[in-house]
T-cell receptor, first 119, second 117 residues
Framework: GAVVSQHPSRVICKSGTSVKIECRSL??????MFWYRQFPKQSLMLMAT?????????EQGVEKDKFLINHASLTLSTLTVTSAHPEDSSFYICSARDRGWAPSGYGYTFGSGTRLTVV | AQTVTQSQPEMSVQEAETVTLSCTYD???????LFWYKQPPSRQMILVIR??????QNATENRFSVNFQKAAKSFSLKISDSQLGDTAMYFC??????????????FGGGTRLMVKP
């Protein structure tokens, strides 16, 4: 089945530094990538939607200059948390939709998530 | 905007018993999809079951089935013969089906299910 590889799974960084999270679709072309943030014991909150080759669409309240999203190819999307602060500590999950998607239930594939801790 | 509500933050069930997780949603759309996702301790999101709004027949996947009440905007998940491996967070999700809509998922707040031996 479709697989999205997300790296790193865990990262600890110092306050003020930047961290890049990668999501790669391994066996399909991801025309659309969704980036979510999940706080402990809470639901997934959509941060942004990116389409290959175009600018990401950010949800209200998400700082686009802080959370940089690049979707330069059909198999790779990245989320860069710039000038990270402790309040950015969270679990980040990507989800990809493939090019030939019809809502079959197999059209959304989730990465395994990245736990970011900013110290 | 769509909203998805899961009114049960936590539930528990004895192994081999049946449990039902509730989900209600609010939308003005007529064409949409509903999903149940499972998030075990590994935090990997796993699709459990999906339902197309245009289908009257309730979806089933082995031990998992839904009760889809479109007029009531209700979409509950029934897990039969509960197994220890069913212990997880369960999220109900909504997706409107419209050209240019982006087709993103809107998630409910989740229900933490504990299956007890």
């Amino acid at each position: 089945g479709a697989v999205v590889s997300q790296h790193p799974s865990r990262v600890i960084c110092k306050s003020g530094t930047s961290v890049k999270i990668e999501c790669r679709s391994l066996d399909f072309q991801a025309t659309t990538m969704f980036w979510y943030r999940q706080f402990p014991k809470q639901s997934l909150m959509l941060m942004a939607t990116s389409n290959e080759g175009s600018k990401a669409t950010y949800e209200q309240g998400v700082e686009k200059d802080k959370f940089l999203i690049n979707h330069a190819s059909l198999t790779l999307s990245t989320l860069t948390v710039t000038s990270a602060h402790p309040e950015d500590s969270s679990f980040y999950i990507c989800s990809a939709r493939d090019r030939g998607w019809a809502p079959s239930g197999y059209g959304y594939t989730f990465g395994s998530g990245t736990r970011l801790t900013v110290v | 905007a769509q909203t998805v509500t899961q009114s049960q933050p936590e539930m528990s069930v004895q192994e081999a018993e049946t449990v039902t997780l509730s989900c209600t949603y609010d939308t003005s759309e007529n064409n949409y999809y509903l999903f149940w996702y499972k998030q075990p301790p590994s935090r990997q999101m796993i699709l459990v079951i999906r339902q197309e709004a245009y289908k009257q027949q309730n979806a089933t996947e082995n031990r998992f089935s839904v009760n889809f009440q479109k007029a009531a905007k209700s979409f509950s998940l029934k897990i039969s013969d509960s197994q220890l491996g069913d212990t997880a967070m369960y999220f109900c999700a909504f997706m409107k089906l419209r050209v240019g809509a982006g087709n993103m998922l809107t998630f409910g707040g989740g229900t933490r299910l504990m299956v007890k031996p």
